[in-house]
């Protein structure tokens, strides 16, 4: 046998050329079987053509196997993923949702639902910048321009059939409600029904937002105001049924408001007082001199302190501490008054009812009266006559 120089494969005696590789045999070693001559020495078995394709075969296999697990596991982690920014995305955190699917895009840029998703974010993202304007527009008042915008944003909404797009019906029904606060907050201004201030209310009440709670505060004042000023004009008039079914009205809404409680007492004593006087009208004539020369005298009744303070309403309340310093029981205590501005000049006369009616020795009694649209700063109370009935 003639082994070939080059691959190792044997050639049979007498070959000038390897039948495997073309190596030339001239130099090739030749082996002759012990005992036996060459040309009966029997070919020798070459495994090399069949390990080398099983290598081959065996590289390429491994190369394949590599190549399908990382792909599998490249694949498993973009998965996950596109799982975590649709999990960030549903929370509403657009921006970390969106770098997450821009690195699984870098993994796999031809993947399907990885652009789905950062289109249908892209698209959500826009939008929520839209209510961005929305919410800024109301902070500045421009309420028209809010609306529209908003407006705008739900129609889209509705046509896009984006999954993410729930993410944004929160704050669009936020600042809905927003708008509409601020909207009711215009409208109130110029309001002057309680009817019409309390249909507001309702409104308001199924908002749970600060700013709607403030806003029914503002709208809770406006209808104290308006109901002590009708009353107080009802008394002028000794109506005092209406006088009591407005501030009734009032309560209704301000339910214990302090002022309208104190007001409801003050309207039932003047009534109280009112009836009984008529009731005495014949006695209080017979003792009318008396009573004559008893207002007359400044030592029966004390003024011990009157004052002015005004709203944000504009509206001014005149009050006073009077004191008893006669020596019997007197009653239906009277002060006339004079309110100035800072030049000196009157700018009303009004006659206020002291209560509780009746004041023992050394009692004392309050007085309050209220006048409205007072646009005068600075403003004194002049006190021009007190007069009072004793018992």
């Given at each position: 046998m003639?082994?070939?120089?080059?691959c190792?494969?044997?050639n049979q005696?007498?070959?000038?050329?390897c039948?495997?590789?073309?190596?030339?045999?001239?130099?090739?070693?030749?082996i002759v079987?012990?005992?036996?001559?060459?040309?009966?020495?029997k070919?020798?078995?070459?495994?090399w053509?069949?390990?080398?394709?099983?290598?081959?075969?065996?590289?390429?296999i491994?190369?394949?196997?590599y190549?399908?697990?990382?792909?599998?596991?490249?694949?498993?982690?973009?998965?996950?993923?596109n799982?975590?920014?649709?999990?960030l995305?549903?929370?509403?955190?657009y921006?970390?949702?969106?770098?997450?699917l821009?690195?699984?895009?870098?993994?796999r840029?031809d993947?399907?639902?990885?652009e789905?998703?950062?289109?249908?974010?892209h698209?959500?993202?826009k939008l929520?910048?839209?209510?961005?304007?929305?919410?800024?527009?109301?902070?500045?008042?421009e309420?028209?321009?809010?609306?529209?915008?908003?407006?705008?944003?739900s129609?889209?909404?509705?046509?896009d059939?984006?999954?993410?797009?729930?993410?944004l019906?929160?704050?669009?029904?936020?600042?809905d409600?927003?708008?509409?606060?601020?909207?009711?907050?215009?409208?109130v201004?110029e309001?002057?029904?309680?009817?019409?201030?309390?249909?507001?209310?309702?409104?308001?009440?199924?908002l749970?937002?600060?700013?709607?709670?403030r806003?029914?505060?503002k709208?809770?004042?406006?209808?104290?105001?308006?109901?002590t000023k009708?009353?107080?004009?009802a008394m002028k008039?000794?109506?005092?049924?209406?006088?009591m079914?407005?501030?009734d009205e009032g309560?209704?809404?301000?339910v214990n408001?302090?002022?309208?409680?104190?007001?409801?007492?003050?309207?039932?004593?003047?009534q109280?007082?009112?009836?009984?006087v008529k009731?005495e009208?014949?006695?209080?004539a017979?003792?009318?001199a008396e009573?004559e020369?008893?207002?007359?005298?400044?030592?029966?009744?004390?003024?011990e302190?009157?004052?002015?303070?005004?709203?944000e309403?504009?509206d001014?309340?005149?009050s006073?501490i009077?004191k008893?310093e006669?020596t019997?029981?007197?009653?239906?205590?009277?002060?006339?008054?004079?309110?100035i501005?800072?030049?000196?000049e009157?700018?009303?006369?009004?006659?206020?009812?002291?209560?509780?009616?009746?004041?023992?020795?050394?009692?004392t009694?309050?007085?309050?009266?209220?006048?409205?649209?007072?646009?005068?700063?600075n403003?004194?109370?002049?006190?021009?006559?007190?007069q009072?009935?004793?018992?």
């Amino acid at each position: 046998m003639v082994i070939c120089t080059e691959c190792g494969r044997e050639n049979q005696p007498g070959s000038r050329y390897c039948s495997n590789c073309g190596e030339s045999l001239e130099n090739a070693p030749k082996i002759v079987p012990e005992g036996k001559p060459v040309d009966e020495q029997k070919p020798k078995k070459n495994f090399w053509p069949i390990i080398l394709p099983i290598s081959v075969l065996a590289v390429m296999i491994g190369i394949v196997i590599y190549t399908y697990e990382h792909t599998k596991q490249v694949n498993v982690q973009v998965d996950a993923q596109n799982a975590k920014a649709e999990e960030l995305a549903l929370q509403g955190k657009y921006k970390q949702a969106e770098k997450e699917l821009e690195k699984a895009q870098e993994k796999r840029p031809d993947y399907l639902a990885v652009e789905q998703n950062l289109d249908s974010l892209h698209k959500v993202m826009k939008l929520d910048e839209k209510l961005n304007k929305v919410s800024k527009a109301i902070e500045q008042n421009e309420l028209n321009k809010a609306e529209q915008e908003l407006t705008s944003v739900s129609g889209q909404m509705r046509e896009d059939k984006n999954r993410l797009i729930v993410t944004l019906t929160p704050r669009v029904n936020q600042l809905d409600s927003l708008l509409t606060v601020g909207k009711i907050n215009y409208e109130v201004k110029e309001m002057t029904n309680v009817e019409a201030l309390a249909d507001k209310l309702n409104t308001l009440s199924g908002l749970n937002l600060d700013e709607a709670s403030r806003s029914r505060e503002k709208i809770i004042e406006k209808i104290v105001s308006i109901s002590t000023k009708k009353a107080e004009e009802a008394m002028k008039e000794k109506k005092y049924n209406e006088a009591m079914a407005n501030v009734d009205e009032g309560l209704q809404y301000a339910v214990n408001h302090q002022h309208l409680s104190g007001l409801k007492e003050r309207i039932r004593q003047e009534q109280q007082a009112f009836e009984q006087v008529k009731q005495e009208r014949i006695q209080r004539a017979m003792e009318q001199a008396e009573a004559e020369e008893l207002k007359n005298h400044e030592d029966a009744v004390k003024i011990e302190k009157m004052e002015v303070n005004k709203d944000e309403f504009g509206d001014v309340t005149v009050s006073g501490i009077v004191k008893s310093e006669a020596t019997k029981i007197v009653s239906s205590i009277e002060i006339t008054y004079d309110l100035i501005n800072e030049n000196k000049e009157v700018l009303t006369t009004e006659t206020a009812q002291v209560y509780p009616m009746y004041l023992n020795p050394g009692d004392t009694g309050n007085l309050e009266m209220m006048h409205y649209d007072m646009e005068e700063e600075n403003l004194e109370v002049e006190v021009k006559n007190v007069q009072w009935f004793v018992e």
